[in-house]
């Protein structure tokens, strides 16, 4: 890959063999290779065009979730960028999976949007390239610290983080005078509010999903994966604190009545987002949704829990470059235009997401959001994802075990070990044991 400075061939070539810290050199289907991308205009703007960006030019192939904001991520793009052919292709969640098929065909994207903790399968893989330290440089200027250092493997930078959302807890205005600030106060809202015979009940939520109720395991001192995150040996999920998440977890069915086969999408967030629940657990992204519906929404911390306010855990989405790029200078350049602050306006502006500047006041109507300031009293409770790739397989086993504890089919205890012996064969198919 080429840095995004104009510099001599050898030096290039210095840096191409410097920057690819994955061992993978980024494909060069065009014979005579891309050219040196321009340098900035301003190490302090990240929204202005390059000096020279009129020089970058060529085919980009964007994979990309959101479909309006990727057309406008592409029009604002192409006003610095005018010699730039992005063509946008919809791919959602499989994105990942689907470059380590087409990427070494050549037909895969050059840019691609994915979920934070995929970054680290794709790096194992060899799918992805390290982002030249002039891009991370500037981006460091821009970003929190926190934000810029989650997709660091290996002291390079492989994803840049355009949208950033920890969750919380979303409530319909019309339906509810103000947020509960403990658990104990939802449960007396919901013991008024519920009526069975109309099914009708005071919060939908998808119940069986670790990600949406990590925060009622974090309140009995849960962590996964120990105190740092990197100990998949020692998962925790057998651990008395997570027993305790989910005695919790399971006596929230009897309030909030509601099968785990009826827990999904269109019941629980969608419920919320068309007005007909007062609460629900999600990110600030269904509270469009829901302001599109014409619902009073707002936003709030999650209610305390025994006395501890609960942690959630930090959601990003980043842009990641192939290693099959076909144009790299036009790729580093179009992520680095995502994370800037006039990306972040038209994202805010497209679906009200929260960002990861350390400035946003140049945002119109971000600063008095109802939903960002709620969820801006939960953000110091946070915590970042495990990083590393074992992480990624406890999704389907935890799921499982939530569902089984959620539905009374498994006691707590045995739904503990179910899980840590599907996470043992989970990590025994990718040739690791907890045991060894």
């Not at 027993?243 to 785990?260: D, K, V, Y």
């Not at 657990?281 to 709030?300: E, F, I, M, Q, T």
Request: glycine share 10%; net charge negative.
């Amino acid at each position: 890959m080429k840095k995004h400075f104009s510099l001599i061939l050898a030096l290039v070539l210095m840096l191409t063999l410097a920057a690819c810290g994955n061992g993978n050199s980024p494909a060069d289907n065009s014979g005579g290779g891309a050219q040196p991308a321009a340098q900035p205009a301003s190490s302090g703007d990240s929204s202005a065009p390059a000096a020279d960006s009129g020089d970058i030019g060529g085919d980009l192939v964007l994979w990309f979730g959101i479909e309006d904001l990727g057309k406008a991520f592409i029009e604002a793009f192409n006003v610095h960028y005018p010699n730039v052919n992005v063509k946008l292709e919809i791919i959602g969640m499989e994105a990942g999976e689907k470059l380590s098929l087409d990427g070494p065909s050549g037909i895969g994207g050059d840019v691609i949007m994915v979920n934070h903790n995929d970054v680290f399968s794709l790096f194992d893989d060899g799918l992805i390239e390290p982002y030249p330290a002039d891009v991370e440089g500037r981006l460091r200027n821009i970003l929190l610290d926190f934000v810029i250092d989650m997709p660091q493997i290996n002291g390079n930078l492989y994803g840049v983080p355009f949208s950033l959302e920890n969750y919380g807890l979303l409530y319909n205005k019309d339906l509810v005078d103000k947020p509960p600030e403990t658990i104990e106060e939802l449960f007396e809202f919901a013991e008024s509010y519920n009526d069975p015979s109309a099914g009708k009940y005071a919060m939908r939520w998808l119940v069986n999903d670790f990600y949406h109720n990590y925060w009622l395991f974090s309140a009995f001192g849960f962590k996964p994966f120990g105190p740092d995150g990197t100990d998949w040996k020692n998962p925790g999920f057998d651990s008395p604190e997570f027993a305790q998440g989910l005695e919790l977890h399971r006596s929230l069915r009897a309030i909030f009545e509601m099968p785990t086969d009826d827990a999904d999408f269109e019941a629980t967030m969608g419920a919320f987002g068309r007005g007909e629940v007062p609460f629900t657990v999600a990110h600030s992204w269904l509270a469009a949704v829901a302001r599109d519906n014409g619902v009073n929404v707002a936003g709030a911390k999650l209610p305390t829990i025994n006395g501890v306010q609960p942690r959630c855990l930090l959601g990003m989405n980043l842009l990641v470059v192939s290693s099959y790029a076909n144009n790299f200078d036009a790729a580093f350049a179009f992520a680095e235009f995502a994370a800037s602050p006039e990306a972040a306006g038209i994202m805010y502006g497209v679906n009200g997401v929260g960002n990861g500047l350390k400035d946003s006041s140049g945002i119109e109507g971000y600063a008095e959001d109802a939903v960002l300031l709620g969820f801006a009293e939960q953000t110091p409770y946070t915590e970042s994802f495990p990083q590393m790739t074992e992480f990624n397989l406890i999704w389907g086993p935890v799921q499982e075990m939530m569902a089984f504890n959620w539905d009374d089919k498994l006691t707590v205890e045995d739904a503990q070990k179910k899980f840590m012996e599907d996470f043992e064969m989970a990590l025994n198919v990718s040739g690791q044991s907890m045991y060894d």
